[in-house]
């Protein structure tokens, strides 16, 4: 029989998206090292169903009924919380920082298995990920990029978060996995174009060097911005990264 533990995701910082993609590796590190699959209590629990270490995924406020002492008809060995420490003094990201909590080995990329195809994506498609609920990190001219984007590059197809929205969040792995990129600040999306199994050229958009260090990628692209982007040198880099490496 199969033994099992119970993790919650209690701690992911804004309760995320990309946050919780992120906790995929130590979740998949920790029933690796310790032949267990996990019972796991989330925010995104139809994320995490199709992940062959997950026995069962409940949504994060069925964990109150276990308070008051119902058992959800599941048996386990141990409890434990998936925190983040949130320390920003070391060179860590966060994947590494979700595997330094469950004491697993430490890898540097979200790791994720995509089981669905129900996703129809257009060729060369680019995803811009420009915005977020954070205006500090927010690219202010997003209109501008996007138009000066799909004016001097033709030959991709351009979309944006808004176009989005009405996709379940359990298919957005598999979306962004039949993209050939994206341009992003650190929003859900960059993560999930960062996954190991399905690792996408991308340019990564940062205010600040916290950004990069905290939740970038080895080999991404970084390109530090001040509120908006200078068109000119932004087309340049666009240039740089996806026509001489892509087409």
Known sequence: MVKLDVIALTDMMEQGLGDHFCATTALRNYASENNKKIILFSAYPKLFITQPYIEKSFALEDLSKMDFGESLGIKYDKFKYLLSNKDFRDNTNVVEQYCDSLNTKRNHFPYYEITTNECDVAKNTILLSLQAGQKKKSVLNPNEVKDALRKNFPQFTFITCDQLKHLP????????????????????????????????????????????????????????????????????????VFIEKVL
């Open 169 to 240: 969040y359990e298919l957005l792995p598999e979306l962004c996995s039949k993209c050939v990129g994206h341009i992003s600040i650190n929003t859900g999306y960059f993560h999930l174009f960062n996954n190991l199994l399905a690792k996408k050229r991308g340019i990564h958009l940062y205010p600040a060097d916290v950004y990069k260090i905290k939740f970038g990628y080895k080999g991404c692209f970084n390109y530090k911005f001040n509120k908006v982007i200078y068109i000119k040198s932004f087309l340049q880099t666009f240039d740089k």
